[in-house]
């Protein structure tokens, strides 16, 4: 199993930004899939989907999670950026179809992308 986040860089506040997670080695439609940040401080779950999407009530309305089960990957667009979205982000696969927050149901992590919200 592989995952590959990409679309790191620096963001503007209010601005928009995009991100993205190449999956391979399992087959991608089968399971839930997640973004997770590391912010300067803590560790938190952002979104996750399989038919359906769910959010962190941080990001809820400025965060879209999308898939291209076509293309095996996983998307992040994130708008309205504030500077409390700085953060390392990940992308995770699920054990199984559940999205959720709890971080211990996501078997295998990218190496996370950075994104830094600042003026």
């Known amino acids: 199993v592989q995952l590959v986040e990409s679309g790191g860089g620096l963001a503007h506040p209010g601005g928009l930004w995009s991100l993205s997670c190449a999956a391979s080695g399992f087959s991608f439609i089968t399971y839930a899939m997640t973004w997770s940040r590391r912010p300067p401080k803590g560790f938190e779950w952002v979104s996750g989907i399989?038919?359906?999407?769910k959010y962190a009530d941080s990001v809820k309305g400025r965060f879209t999670i999308s898939r291209d089960n076509s293309k095996n990957t996983l998307y992040l667009q994130m708008n309205n950026l504030k500077p409390e979205d700085t953060a390392q982000y990940y992308c995770?696969?699920?054990?199984?179809?559940?999205?959720?927050?709890?971080?211990?149901?996501?078997?295998?992590w990218g190496q996370g992308t950075q994104v830094t919200v600042s003026s």
């Open positions: 399989y038919f359906d999407a």
């Open positions: 995770a696969k699920a054990r199984t179809t559940v999205v959720d927050k709890d971080t211990s149901e996501y078997d295998y």
